[in-house]
Structure formats: C-alpha cells, structure tokens
C-alpha cells in the first residue's frame, strides 16, 4: 500500500484553529506535502537568525541552516534580509560568486534544491521559511502556490501571543543555537570582549576549522577551546 501524501491545506485549517502556535505544524509532514525533504523556520535576531521550526531528525537541513548562520550568507539569510524569495533549484550549478563562502561548503552537504520564503507581514520582517530538496530542480507551480500558503500561516501564527510556544506547555519553543549563545556569553566573560565579538569569533573558529559551529560552542563552555586564549 503506498504512502498517503499529507493534504497541506488541512494542516494549515487545523493549525489555523490550534492554539499550540508553530508546533501546531509538523515540520516533516508538511515537507512531504510539498515535495521536499526537510522545512525549517529560522527568525531574524541581533545576532542574526535563529532555527525555531524544524524536524529533529533531518539533519542535513538543520547542517544546512546551521552553514548559513556560521557564514552569515545563504538563501535562508537572503530572504529574511530582503523580504524576497530565493529560490535555488540546483546549489551545483550557482554562480560561484552569489554566495562565496557557503557554496564550496554546501556542496559537501546532501542538499541540492533549497527555496527560501520570506516571512513578513507589511514592512515587519520576521525572518524565513526554507525548504531544501535533495534532487535538483524547481518547484512546481503548485507547489509555490503551498509554499507561499505555508509561508503566510507560519507568519501569522508567529504573531500570536503562543507563536513560538511548545505544543506541551506554556514555554518558548527551546532555540536551537541557545548552546551557541551561552558559549558566546562564557566568552564575553572571560576575554571581557562585546557580546558581538565573542560571536564572530565562534563563527570564523568554526568556519576556518571546519567545525561544526555546536561542536566549537560545546568546547568553549566546557574550556576545551583555543579560543579562550585568543587575544
């Protein structure tokens, strides 16, 4: 008996009436909807996007956004910036000069399609939904359409007072790089350098090492790290 696709429209009408916020939405079924891979959510911030939606089992998607916040450049940072779509049907064939820096590193990855949507409302920019696929190709018409559907519901149960709320309590969903923000704060208290510092330097020991940017936050807060002596 084969698989029965997730109807993305019946998702989005019992979401639309939850009050469970994102959580409402499950990641991998509505990635199946529309044909992809893996989805995830990431929301703008000072320190630049932070991964609130995703599955925890797909991780090349989560290795791919985590690339692009470490970099500080891919469709996910484009499209939350500008406010415009970004749609990349084959990362092997882009234009090597787009993004410099992540595409060498993203070609090791498993992803190959990725289609960044802008979440905003208005002029409020709120950051984006990324879909990735690991076949090259566009999205059909159809499936733009469901994107763009997806893309507009997340934005607005994101403004609900439970947005970002767990399906089993009344707490924040828990941030994924939360492990990347106490190394940047065990930094700052030992170099006695800004906050904004201490996070370049996790990102350019993680970029130049070729270390996943977790994997370096772990040895920082656990004094394993270089970077406790870096002046």
């Known amino acids: 008996m084969s698989a029965v696709v997730p ?4 998702l989005l009408a019992a979401a639309s009436k939850s009050t469970e916020g994102l959580a409402a939405l499950p990641p991998a079924r509505c990635a199946t909807a529309l044909g992809l891979d893996g989805l995830a959510i990431s929301l703008l911030n000072q320190s630049g996007l932070e991964l609130v939606w995703y599955d925890p089992a797909d ?6 956004e985590d690339l692009q916040y470490t970099l500080g450049e891919g469709p996910t940072c484009d499209a939350a910036r500008t406010g415009q779509p970004v749609t990349v049907p084959d990362l092997h ?4 000069d787009r993004w410099p820096a992540l595409l060498p590193a993203a070609r090791k990855h498993p992803a190959r399609a990725v289609f960044a949507l802008p979440l905003q409302l208005g002029v409020i920019r ?11 190709g566009p999205l059909t018409c159809d499936q733009m359409t469901d ?5 507009e519901a997340a934005t607005l149960i994101l403004l609900t007072p439970s947005g970002v709320h767990d399906i089993t309590s ?5 941030l994924h790089r939360a492990l990347i923000h ?3 704060g065990a930094l700052t208290f030992r170099l006695g350098i800004p906050i904004d510092e201490a996070l370049a330097r996790i990102r350019a020991y993680a970029f130049t090492h070729d270390h996943p940017i977790h994997d370096v936050a772990h040895d920082v ?4 790290s270089h970077l406790d002596n870096t002046t």
Do not use: F, N, V
């Open 7 to 10: 109807d993305l429209a019946a």
């Open 170 to 174: 009344d707490t924040p969903l828990p």
């Open 182 to 184: 106490q190394a940047a």
């Open 147 to 151: 994107a763009l559907a997806l893309a």
């Open 59 to 64: 991780t090349a998607g989560i290795a791919l």
């Open 126 to 136: 709120l950051g984006a939904l990324t879909g990735r696929r690991a076949t090259p």
């Open 221 to 224: 807060i656990h004094h394993h």
């Open 93 to 96: 064939t882009t234009r090597e």
